[in-house]
């Protein structure tokens, strides 16, 4: 999805928001059940983490832009949270449909903000981030790292890369 932007600064990280969403899905394909909760190795998260991780931590985004979001997943999909059993999670229906609501929502977010907006401080401060700008592209940088994670799992599955 991408959407038109009234800033020079957040449009290239608009774009990589929106590259991400169209990895995201296809990072999804073809996965079964099973496959989407098949961790590569005993120290890895499944697939399915992954991705409701990425869709909690954009929520997470929404609330820090005064947009308040939530998944209602709880503490489910956070940093360090201890892997429980597949059947104690969303379904992969209902990630997605929150995955395609908070993404509109952010990417109608982003299009809407302007430059003074976006060259204020950060509502929470995060290593390196002066400004709300900042603060987004270290959000889009986490977006990304994450995406990686998902070919790397998907190619751990058998499946094709996601790029390249």
Do not use: C
């Not at 999909?77 to 395609?100: K, Q």
């Amino acid at each position: 999805m991408t959407t038109a932007v009234g800033s020079a600064v957040i449009s290239p990280i608009a774009k990589i928001f929106a590259i991400n969403d169209d990895l995201v899905v296809r990072a999804l394909d073809g996965l079964t059940h099973p496959q989407l909760w098949t961790a590569p190795t005993d120290r890895n998260n499944p697939m399915m983490w992954v991705v409701g991780h990425f869709v909690q931590t954009r929520a997470q985004l929404l609330g820090l832009l005064g947009e308040p979001a939530d998944t209602g997943w709880h503490q489910r999909f956070v940093r360090g949270a201890t892997l429980a059993d597949a059947t104690l999670y969303p379904s992969r229906e209902e990630v997605e449909r929150v995955m395609n609501d908070i993404s509109g929502r952010l990417h109608r977010k982003l299009a809407s903000m302007n430059d003074d907006q976006l060259s204020g401080p950060p509502a929470v401060p995060l290593p390196g981030a002066k400004t709300v700008a900042d603060q987004v592209a270290l959000f889009a940088f986490h977006d990304s790292y994450h995406v990686g994670q998902m070919g790397y799992i998907r190619k751990a599955l058998g499946f094709p890369p996601l790029a390249g």
